[in-house]
Structures are given as C-alpha cells and as structure tokens.
C-alpha cells in the first residue's frame, strides 16, 4: 500500500491509499474554496450522562445532487470534486461538514471506489483489503490526535438509512469521549469478569459457535452470527476469533481472511428479500475499544473489550422498514419482528454458490 497526503484548497486533509507503489498523486485542487468554519459543540446531557453534538453548519451540507455533479467522484472532463486525481483507489478527507471537529473531535470521509455506480459488494477482495488498510491507518494516525478518545469506523448504505451521496463511501469519527454504547458494553465486561474471571466477549462467541444456530459465517479466524438478541431485523457481529482491542491489532492472517468473509456477508444482505428487489439498506459499525486518554477507560478496560463489526438493515421484510418508534426512541426497549434464529436462517440459505 502507498499512503499519499495532500491538502484541499480549504486546508483539509486529503489521503490517498494505492495498491500499486508506483501511484502518482500530484493532482492540485483548483477550486476556489473559502477557509472552513465548523461550529461543532459538545454538551452533555445530565440526566442520562451521555453527551451531545450540535453542529449547525450541516444544515447546508450537499443533499443528493445529481451524479454528474457528485462531490466524491474523481476530477475529471472539467469538473472538479473533493478529490483533485482523475482516478483513485481508495481516498479518505476531511468532511467539509463535520459533526465533530477541532476540540470536539475528527470526522472524515472515506471512499471506498471511484466507481459511482458500484457499493462495498462490488469491490474485489483485494480493493476491500485496501479499505482494510486505509481504516487501520485512519485509527492509528487519529489516536495520535489529543482530542480523539475512540475511532468509529463506518459506512451507511441507502436512502432509507440517511444517505445524501450515492457514491459507495463511509465516514470515520474520532470522538472526543468513549461512546454510551461502548461504556455500556465495557461496564457488562467488567461485571462478568469480576462474576466470572472470563471474558464477556469470549465467551459470547464460545456460546454462540457451540449453539450454533445463529451462526452465518465460520472462517478459520473470523466468525459471524446473529446475536441472541439482536436488535435489528437482521443484524449480524463479525468478531475475529484472536481478541483484539483494534484494527491495529489485527494479526495478517486475521486482515487476509476478512474481505472474503466480508464481501460474502454484505452479499447476503442483497439476497435476503429475494431477487427483483432493491440494494438492501444496511449500516455496517467498527466497533473499537476507546484508548484510555481521559482516565475514564483504563488500560485494563481497553484489553477486556473485542474488536468487532456489527452489520444490520432496517428492512424488515420487503417494502417495509423497521422505524425506532415510541419503544424504541421513548424508552430505548428494541422490539424486533424477525426472530434472530430465523434471521441466521435466512442468510444461510442465501450464501454464495
């Protein structure tokens, strides 16, 4: 992989990861761009003790414009995007409307393809491998940042989800505090080991490989289920089988193993409904363990958690989306409509042939 760093006309950071070594990145972005200016603040909420961003200036970010004026696309036949090369790899910036920013965190973007009209699916194992890389290089180089507690590595895929761009891309956020999620799952590590002497982790996925009937994928380093209580629809973990805290601890035999596990999951996703219907809406989540700079996580908490990725749609049955209503929004009390047993079923019966 060659790692490549340039600026915007903005000041923003722009990265490019290549496969091949010999890849020239000179390109200059000729746009007449105004100095950035985020408003990005963070306030914490008292009676639930999680914490809040409000950003403001989203409110003008770029909404579905049409794909020849498509910001992520390459450069080219004199129309200049975000990235200056008339072709990429892989490229990861800063987003222009970041929800966090200067003090209050990082937020980047990361495009998978230069492709428009391809998704993550489509991408050879070796382009995903690239992906890999870049998500590693992104955790490692945004832990160095004072104001970056955890990495959260993500992609939203479909309208139905929220996104504003069609080109295949995720984003990354350094966030400025351990997230309510991650303190949640940290704090059920720390009870079990203290119950049990064991791993929480570890010993969900011993659990769930013995059973069995959720599991959906079971490579010689990675393993895939349907959680015993998932939230989602269909909603699947994909843990790697060597605990790890972060994509930086990966082993090569672990980072070699996952774009084939990977890609065959996000290929099921597209077949649960059936032929005749459309991209499946998904969110695909790196879930990190936070670095421990505040005090608030220690270097103990950090080695309890389990590097993982969780996957899930919103479609719960064809045309019909599953919405965070009164339960679920009020109350924070998930009630799912497809039995996660069911829903392992399913994505067996849909693997590749």
Partial sequence: ????????????????????????????????????????????????????????????????????????????????????????DVVVFENRFPSLAGDAGRCEVVCFTSDHDASFA???????ALVLDA??????????????????????????????????????????????????????????????????????????????????????????FVPYAAHWPYEVHLYPKRRVPDLTALDDAARTEFPQMYLELLKRFDRIFGEGEPPTPYIAAWHQAPFGKGGEVSRADREEFALHLELFTIRRTSGKLKFLAGSESGMNVFINDVPPEAAAERLREVASK
């Avoid at 603040?41 to 004026?69: F, K, N, W």
């Avoid at 069609?166 to 009870?191: C, D, K, N, W």
């Avoid at 064991?198 to 959906?216: P, Y």
């Fill in 1 to 88: 992989m060659k790692k490549t760093a340039t600026r915007l006309a903005d000041g923003r950071e722009l990265i490019y990861y290549d496969a091949r070594d010999d890849a020239a990145r000179d390109a200059v972005d000729q746009r007449p761009l105004d100095p950035i200016s985020t408003r990005s603040e963070i306030r914490h909420d008292r009676l639930l003790g999680d914490d809040v961003a409000v950003a403001s200036h989203r409110q003008g970010r770029t909404y579905h414009p049409p794909a020849d004026e498509c910001p992520l696309c390459p450069s080219r036949d004199g129309r200049l995007s975000e990235i200056p090369a008339s072709d990429y």
């Fill in 122 to 128: 489509d991408l050879t194992a070796e382009q995903a």
């Fill in 135 to 224: 998500w590693t290089d992104r955790t490692a180089e945004l832990a160095q940042l004072p104001s970056v507690e955890q990495v959260f590595c993500f992609e939203n895929r479909g309208r139905e989800i929220g996104v504003t761009l069609g080109h295949p891309h995720g984003q990354i956020y350094g966030y400025p505090f351990p997230t309510p999620r991650t303190r949640l799952m940290l704090r059920s590590a720390v009870e079990h080991r203290e119950r049990t002497g064991r791993n929480l982790f570890d010993d969900v996925v011993a659990e769930e490989r013995s059973d069995g009937s959720r599991i959906v994928l079971d490579g010689e380093h990675w393993t895939a």
